[in-house]
């Protein structure tokens, strides 16, 4: 969603909190700037949070980090914060501080504004702040001696122990300013949002395979990092999801789609605030745009004015569960069809052909995706469909320059052969040892566990 605060436009991708869809939030954070990464106060640093800064670590994404549900019982902050520096590798600096937890929870020091925030629960009322010396009696008068005295300790323990706050190691991806409070009551947002504009980085340059697009530039480029069918149920619509790298986007204006190299026009671009959306006549670096989208695009296209760009580094994963998929009412074979290739285009699962049987072979990263794939072909597209075990190890895609051993191998394999949507030869290995054994007998087939290549 996209809004306006404090004279900035902020553009916030929000991913999937779930394992199972570590792909989806992959790619999502390819076109982001910065992120925020939210903690919850009991549960700490969870999966899928450590894989999220692996990426985040990959590209040098800054990086802020707000503790939440701090109204309810959780770990102590001193902990917590070793924590985070532990499982997500990344020097840590707290720019606010909570007075208590739970039920005794107070408030907190904004160390950025050196401001108090005293704690009203309210879901309506952003919380009035507090001017305050931290030295002065008028502390003392807010929140007690005994919290006063606690929170002088804890200040002057922060100060000694942690680096003062460097706008430049943050920018750099080494550092991560740390903040507390509560979402769902309003709480400490909003501290978290005005250092936010303060020190994040505007668009960043962009890396192509030809080379760097800097956001200034003229001329417009973009890519598609997702595409998303049914956001209106009614009328089976697909929105490609285009981060703008470069220049200006206006509506109805020619743009070359690189892959299939031809000239498209946009008339009905749109930018989204939650479930609401609106037509917009142009956009510029840094932007999110929805594009509709009729089955033309597919994640990871390059929109230009004219020039040859490919952006990379949108692949999907080799998966790790697999299961037939099998057509569970006959007479909804087309639903069926056209169901499993919108979902495959979204990027949802990936989709194989077992060239020994013929049969369709869904891939995916975790079990949900199964559940969530049945569910949705059911519920927007009235297709039902049954799903059959099968015990894979791997899906590898296979390349050589040697044809005659290419072959060989497709013919000894023959039964663990397959193709994906792009028609590339996908092996299916049913164990490591199985792979490892094929990896040997072949020299000069290139195995690839990512489909970029």
């Given at each position: 969603?996209?809004f306006?605060y ?15 869809f ?5 790619r999502?954070?390819?076109a ?8 919850d ?13 692996e990426?985040?670590r990959?590209?040098?994404?800054p990086?802020i ?14 902990d917590?914060?070793?924590e ?9 600096r707290?720019?606010s ?20 925030d005293?704690?009203?629960?309210s879901?309506?009322?952003v919380?009035?702040k507090?001017?305050?010396d931290?030295?002065?009696?008028e ?5 007690g ?14 100060e ?8 430049e ?6 550092c ?13 947002v909003?501290e978290l ?7 994040a ?13 800097i956001?200034?530039e ?17 009328h089976?619509?697909?929105?490609a ?38 037509t ?11 594009l509709?989208?009729?089955g033309t695009?597919?994640?990871g296209d ?18 790790e ?11 909804k074979?087309k639903q069926l069809a056209?169901?499993?290739?919108q979902l495959m ?5 990936q989709l194989?052909v077992?060239?020994?049987?013929g ?16 569910y ?5 597209y009235?297709?039902s469909?049954r ?9 590898c895609?296979i ?19 397959a ?9 299916l290995?049913?164990s ?7 990896q ?14």
């Amino acid at each position: 969603m996209a809004f306006d605060y404090s004279g900035h436009k902020i553009n916030i991708l929000d991913t999937p909190g779930h394992q199972d869809f570590a792909e989806d939030t992959f790619r999502t954070l390819t076109a982001v700037d910065s992120v925020i990464i939210v903690i919850d106060i009991a549960k700490g640093v969870e999966a899928q949070t450590r894989k999220l800064m692996e990426v985040c670590r990959m590209r040098n994404t800054p990086v802020i980090i707000f503790v939440n549900k701090m109204d309810r019982e959780g770990k102590d902050p001193f902990d917590l914060l070793d924590e985070l520096e532990e499982e997500l590798m990344i020097q840590v600096r707290p720019l606010s501080w909570p007075i208590e937890q739970g039920a005794r929870f107070k408030g907190v020091y904004n160390i950025y504004e050196q401001k108090l925030d005293l704690y009203q629960p309210s879901k309506q009322v952003v919380t009035e702040k507090v001017e305050v010396d931290i030295h002065s009696e008028e502390l003392n008068k807010q929140i007690g001696d005994t919290l006063a005295d606690k929170l002088r300790g804890d200040l002057e323990l922060i100060e000694g122990v942690y680096p003062e706050f460097d706008v430049e190691t943050y920018l750099q991806g080494e550092c991560a300013p740390v903040f507390f409070g509560s979402a769902l009551n309003n709480f400490g947002v909003q501290e978290l949002l005005n250092c936010f504009v303060e020190i994040a980085p505007a668009p960043r340059p962009v890396h192509a395979e030809e080379r760097e697009v800097i956001p200034e530039e003229p001329k417009f480029t973009g890519f598609i990092f997702k595409i998303t069918a049914n956001i209106d149920p009614n009328h089976r619509s697909c929105v490609a999801f285009c981060k703008i790298c470069s220049g200006k986007f206006v509506r109805n204006a020619p743009y070359l789609h690189v892959r299939h190299g031809k000239t498209m026009r946009f008339s009905s671009p749109t930018q989204f605030m939650a479930q609401r959306k609106t037509t917009i006549d142009e956009a510029w670096a840094g932007d999110i745009i929805g594009l509709p989208d009729n089955g033309t695009f597919k994640i990871g296209d390059t929109l230009t004015e004219g020039e040859q760009l490919h952006f990379r580094g949108l692949p999907s994963f080799s998966p790790e569960m697999f299961k037939y998929i099998e057509n569970a009412d006959p007479m909804k074979q087309k639903q069926l069809a056209k169901g499993i290739d919108q979902l495959m285009d979204e990027g949802v699962a990936q989709l194989f052909v077992n060239q020994f049987n013929g049969r369709k072979i869904i891939g995916t990263v975790g079990q949900l995706q199964f559940e969530v794939i049945q569910y949705r072909l059911l519920n927007e597209y009235n297709a039902s469909c049954r799903w059959e075990p099968l015990s894979l190890y791997k899906a590898c895609w296979i390349e050589s320059d040697d044809l005659e051993e290419l072959e060989a191998f497709k013919k000894r394999k023959y039964q663990y052969m397959a193709k994906d949507r792009e028609g590339r030869d996908v092996f299916l290995a049913d164990s490591n040892y199985v792979l490892q054994m094929a990896q040997m007998d072949f020299k000069n087939i290139r195995f690839h566990f990512t489909s970029e290549f």
